[in-house]
């Protein structure tokens, strides 16, 4: 089994920062492909970043605009992601997760097999 554990959210004004971390144990898989998404209160929990095995490609979702930084350490099994220019709207549970059977980037949610318990980032208005 791999278990996914996030940490780093917490309450940001608009415009700050924060770092997200997620950490894999037990089974890992650290040649697989992992990524962030979120999930606001009465939304769909929705793509974020994703990251291929080696780090050597990365994805994005449209709508941040060049805000978010995903990387790889691949000597801790850990990925992170850099949130700048923070919005009330990025508000949410963040959540990292792994497909175990993809080393390259991969966008759909319904490909991931393990999961965190999220973190929460809130960004009030």
């Known amino acids: 089994q791999v278990q996914l554990v996030e940490s780093g959210g917490g309450l940001v004004q608009a415009g700050g920062s924060l770092r997200l971390s997620c950490e894999a144990s037990g089974r890992t898989l650290n040649t697989r492909t992992m990524g962030w998404f979120r999930q606001a209160p009465g939304k769909k929990r929705e793509f974020v970043a994703t990251i291929s095995w080696n780090g050597g490609s990365t994805d994005y979702a449209e709508f941040l605009k060049g805000r978010f930084t995903i990387s790889r350490d691949k000597t801790k099994n850990a990925i992170s992601l850099q949130m700048n220019g923070l919005k009330p709207e990025d508000t949410a549970l963040y959540f990292c997760?792994?497909?175990?059977?993809?080393?390259?980037?991969?966008?759909?949610?319904?490909?991931?097999?393990?999961w965190g318990q999220g973190t929460q980032v809130t960004v009030p208005s």
């Open positions: 997760a792994l497909d175990r059977d993809s080393t390259y980037i991969v966008r759909n949610i319904n490909q991931y097999d393990y």
